[in-house]
């Protein structure tokens, strides 16, 4: 497991498949607030084709009794899929091999805060928006999540502080 932060887009690439002891899942652990929406944009060189090469992409809450929250089936050779966490938690973001690849081959992640541009574009015309009305939601949505993300950062602060101060306490004792 990785542990991974996303700040406002984040990449990286893994290798699944072939000889992997692991079976080929790899699984990164993601920190960020309730309800945290983020899009997951991918390059599956493996996939298509006629190949039936297929992978399986998994967000699960790790609080909540590995609760599963999303599962997408990775068919195409790139895609977006759109997420949202559930608690204020870790939870793990798992790419799995479906069935056996018989090579290794390298999966591409791009992860980025916040909603799609199709999220936009929906609202846009679902609420009649022009382009000024449509760029002061993101940004206010922008706004939202960066102060949601200082709130959370601030409670981990002070939950490992009183960990620390604990620690020290019984240190001290000892």
Known sequence: LT???ISF???FQFVIGGDDTSNGEECFILEQ???TAFVVRYKFPGAGFGSGSAAVVTLIDVAEADKELFRARVEE???VLSMTTGTESQHQLCVKPEGT???PVVFSLSLSLGHSDTYYEEMAAAEHLDRLQLEVVKLTDQLAQILDEADYMKEREVEFH????SMHR???WW
């Open 3 to 5: 542990l991974l932060k």
């Open 162 to 165: 009183e960990m620390t101060e």
């Open 170 to 172: 019984n240190a001290q």
């Open 9 to 11: 887009s984040s990449s």
């Open 77 to 79: 050779q790139q895609g």
């Open 33 to 35: 607030p309730q309800d």
């Open 101 to 103: 690849l018989k090579k």
